[in-house]
């Protein structure tokens, strides 16, 4: 299995919801992301989890908050969001470990489609 | 700190001609370099990668990429254009001071290969 799954495809929630994404891999990759991507702009990089541990936050705004409950899954939690955190959210996964440089490619799902309002 | 330009926003190019898409980079110490394809309302799939040896990579669906160190590029090629491959390419380098696999991407070129 060579895929990166994520649910929903869709998601609209008002700024005061609670609602979660959902990532899967059954890759035994160990490296965990997830991407911020804008229309027409590159992914911005959110999170690193290695072997389930927070290793990065891209200095995010705590209304994202992540979890990795075990090897193969990916959360991010959603709160109190704003209307410019509308997006496409992507997870990804790779070999590789926070400590050392991983010459590994990055499999990525389909992503999220996040609107807000 | 790393940087990746591709200089172009939009590439043109007619069916069965030869795809030529643009980049360069800026890091300390060797890259690994990465082309990534996407198509509309879908994530990035990996095309090909360059971390030694041959400076000709080959990758999937027929797309090569030629890492040139004097010249700091990595440009994607493929010889003959199909429709099928309108979509948007990013380049993305890591390199050896990048914590945690960070992966820095260029803003990304629009191809469009018309019939």
């Keep these: ?117 | 700190a790393q940087s990746v330009a591709q200089p172009e926003d939009q590439v043109n190019v007619a069916e069965g001609n030869p795809l030529t898409v643009k980049c360069t980079y800026s890091v300390s110490g060797n890259p690994y370099l990465f082309w990534y394809v996407q198509y509309p309302n879908r994530g990035l799939q990996f095309l090909l990668k360059y971390i030694t040896g041959d400076n000709l990579v080959k990758g999937s669906y027929g797309f090569e990429a030629e890492f040139n160190k004097s010249q700091t590029s990595f440009h994607l090629k493929k010889p003959s254009a199909l429709v099928s491959d309108s979509a948007l390419y990013f380049c993305a380098v890591r390199s050896l001071k990048a914590a945690g696999n960070k992966l820095t991407f260029g803003g990304g070129t629009r191809v469009l290969v018309k019939p």
């Excluded at chain 1, 996964?93 to 590994?104: F, L």
Aim: net charge positive; charged share 20%.
């Design chain 1, 1 to 117: 299995d060579t895929e990166v799954t994520q649910t929903p495809k869709h998601l609209v929630m008002g700024m005061t919801n609670k609602k979660s994404l959902k990532c899967e891999q059954h890759m035994g990759h160990r490296a965990m992301y997830w991407y911020k991507q804008k229309a027409k702009k590159p992914p911005e990089l959110m999170f690193v989890y290695s072997y389930e541990k927070l290793s990065i936050n891209e200095s995010v705004p705590s209304r994202f908050s992540p979890e990795c409950p075990n090897s193969s899954l990916l959360n991010l939690h959603l709160h109190a969001l704003q209307p410019e955190d509308s997006a496409l959210y992507l997870c990804a996964s790779s070999q590789g470990t926070s400590g050392s440089v991983s010459y590994n490619e990055q499999f990525f799902g389909p992503g999220t489609r996040l609107t807000v309002l």
